[in-house]
């Protein structure tokens, strides 16, 4: 199987900072705005999670887990995303009520 | 020809446009989605669903033929099994000859794919893997896949880029 070249490795991990941001924008909203729907913040949840697994798992980033502050990020990030599931997957009442503790 | 040829002669066309008209009915319905809709079309479609456009779920998309490959791909570890609607059996049902497909994601991911790319053998909309449905976190609903492993020349950045996934709409350009 032939390796993607760096460039997309580049736009992946420029991405997923992307969707990290729009993962945090989104939980803000949503504090501030009760008519936000919490819907809004699983979608961009799950986005940035299947950004982070992908990260975690792919052949393709071979190379980016075995740098050390990059391994370090991104355990940092799995231990995030596993703790915040359990309450992303809980209903809207008790995830709404627990999004300060997402940020 | 008498009369009654004549009458039998109406009658044939009669029929013959009532077959081809129901024919042309047939193609021109696409059944409505009972469930949660997965999959959005539009743009230069013959065949439509909800006012210009064509929407599907899961079940609707799969009525349409299911392909299945394995393959292994740069995303993900080990060997896959992929199963999903060829490209090129939807567009056959939509009436779409020619053109590029604006694929766009959830996550507003978009890529533009040729029509060319809709082959026998070549992509599919693939909408189960490893004999499961794929949650947005497992870049589901919906994921453009090509046969990567059985088809070598579907090995490249090109083909990567438009591998698309949490697919969920197409806007197919003339």
Known sequence: MATANSDSVQWSLAQSDVELLALQATISDAIIDATVPVSTVRTKFDIFYSRARTLSTSPLFEDVRKDPSMGLALRSIEDYLENSVALVDSDDKTLRDALPRLK | ?174
């Open chain 2, 1 to 174: 020809m008498n009369r009654l040829q004549q009458l039998v002669a109406l009658i044939c066309a009669c029929l013959f446009i009532g077959v081809w008209s129901s024919g042309q009915a047939l193609s021109d319905e696409l059944a409505d989605p009972e469930s949660e809709i997965v999959l959005t079309l539009s743009g230069d479609i013959k065949v439509t669903n909800q006012d210009k456009t064509a929407v599907f779920d899961t079940a609707l998309l799969e009525s349409l033929g299911a392909t299945t490959f394995e393959t292994t791909t740069i995303w993900t570890e080990g060997v896959q099994t992929f199963v999903g609607v060829e490209l090129r059996s939807l567009l056959e049902v939509l009436g779409v000859k020619g053109g590029t497909l604006k694929a766009s994601a959830v996550n507003d991911y978009a890529v533009e794919i040729p029509v060319s790319d809709a082959v026998e053998g070549g992509p599919i909309i693939a909408f189960r893997r490893n004999g499961a449905e794929m949650s947005l976190r497992e870049k589901g609903p919906l994921w453009i896949v090509y046969p990567y492993d059985i088809k070598p020349e579907y090995q490249s950045e090109l083909i990567y880029s438009r591998s698309i996934w949490q697919l969920d709409r197409i806007e197919v350009l003339p």
